[in-house]
């Protein structure tokens, strides 16, 4: 998709310097309803392991990504956590929002560090009114994210823990567009994918003795991609496949 530069001094006058659009949304959006919408975004830089949506605590802003990559996790009563979501420059967090809800049902932090444009939610629902193509995309996006939602629940269930650490780190890397590298620990994969630590090193020393991966000092680099495909649990294409057949439509 092609893509756009953009003054942020259209989006906030706190910041002049240009950026490059990449949000697949904003950029499907016609150029005279993107015009309209502009005032109302706000260019932000985030920072990794920021937390940009509480559970249960009211929605205040809602976010275009524009690079990197947002972790929705889901958080039982108990106090486990596990990641059902990845979003990244296709997507956009506090979708609740679009269906006139207030708060957040999940929790959403920054995997990987990333710039986005951050809209008040108060404002979004005039920004409907401005562009309707706004509108209907984030409704059809919210589908794609249920999907990725039920997708990924199902893997976390039936597949083995180096399928689906292979899977994430796929999905990671095709939301990464700098690089094959992506700062990330043992720990903090076990607390994504929901299991033990040991079996995230377990999951990862597979992956790397059949040189796919590499991983040291809390960052993983893709080797080959090809292979690790091939090493992924089917959740993964079929996810890609369901996706590519909805967006054909």
């Given at each position: 998709?092609?893509?756009?530069?953009?003054?942020?001094?259209?989006?906030?006058?706190?910041?002049?310097t240009n950026v490059q659009l990449r949000n697949e949304l904003l950029l499907r959006i016609p150029r005279n309803e993107r015009a309209s919408i502009w005032p109302n975004l706000e260019f932000v830089r985030l920072k990794g392991h920021q937390v940009l949506h509480q559970a249960g605590e009211p929605l205040k802003s809602g976010y275009f990504c524009n690079s990197g990559v947002f972790s929705v996790l889901s958080e039982m009563p108990n106090g486990n956590v596990v990641e059902v979501a990845l979003i990244g420059k296709e997507g956009f967090a506090g979708i609740p929002l679009v269906s006139g809800f207030h708060t957040s049902a999940a929790t959403v932090i920054v995997q990987v560090e990333a710039t986005a444009f951050r809209v008040d939610a108060s404002h979004l629902k005039a920004m409907f009114r401005q562009s309707p193509s706004l509108e209907y995309e984030l409704h059809r996006y919210s589908q794609l994210l249920t999907l990725q939602i039920m997708q990924t629940s199902t893997c976390n269930r039936f597949c083995e823990v180096h399928r689906r650490l292979a899977r994430w780190l796929l999905m990671t890397h095709d939301r990464c567009e700098d690089g094959s590298s992506f700062p990330i620990t043992q720990d903090f994969l076990a607390y994504m994918l929901g299991t033990r630590r040991s079996s995230i090193s377990l999951a990862a020393g597979i992956l790397q003795k059949k040189k796919m991966i590499s991983y040291a000092r809390g960052e993983v680099t893709i080797l080959n991609r090809s292979t690790l495909e091939n090493a992924a649990c089917d959740c993964y294409e079929a996810l890609r496949e369901q996706i590519r057949d909805w967006q054909g439509n």
């Amino acid at each position: 998709m092609a893509k756009a530069q953009v003054r942020t001094s259209d989006l906030s006058r706190r910041n002049q310097t240009n950026v490059q659009l990449r949000n697949e949304l904003l950029l499907r959006i016609p150029r005279n309803e993107r015009a309209s919408i502009w005032p109302n975004l706000e260019f932000v830089r985030l920072k990794g392991h920021q937390v940009l949506h509480q559970a249960g605590e009211p929605l205040k802003s809602g976010y275009f990504c524009n690079s990197g990559v947002f972790s929705v996790l889901s958080e039982m009563p108990n106090g486990n956590v596990v990641e059902v979501a990845l979003i990244g420059k296709e997507g956009f967090a506090g979708i609740p929002l679009v269906s006139g809800f207030h708060t957040s049902a999940a929790t959403v932090i920054v995997q990987v560090e990333a710039t986005a444009f951050r809209v008040d939610a108060s404002h979004l629902k005039a920004m409907f009114r401005q562009s309707p193509s706004l509108e209907y995309e984030l409704h059809r996006y919210s589908q794609l994210l249920t999907l990725q939602i039920m997708q990924t629940s199902t893997c976390n269930r039936f597949c083995e823990v180096h399928r689906r650490l292979a899977r994430w780190l796929l999905m990671t890397h095709d939301r990464c567009e700098d690089g094959s590298s992506f700062p990330i620990t043992q720990d903090f994969l076990a607390y994504m994918l929901g299991t033990r630590r040991s079996s995230i090193s377990l999951a990862a020393g597979i992956l790397q003795k059949k040189k796919m991966i590499s991983y040291a000092r809390g960052e993983v680099t893709i080797l080959n991609r090809s292979t690790l495909e091939n090493a992924a649990c089917d959740c993964y294409e079929a996810l890609r496949e369901q996706i590519r057949d909805w967006q054909g439509n």
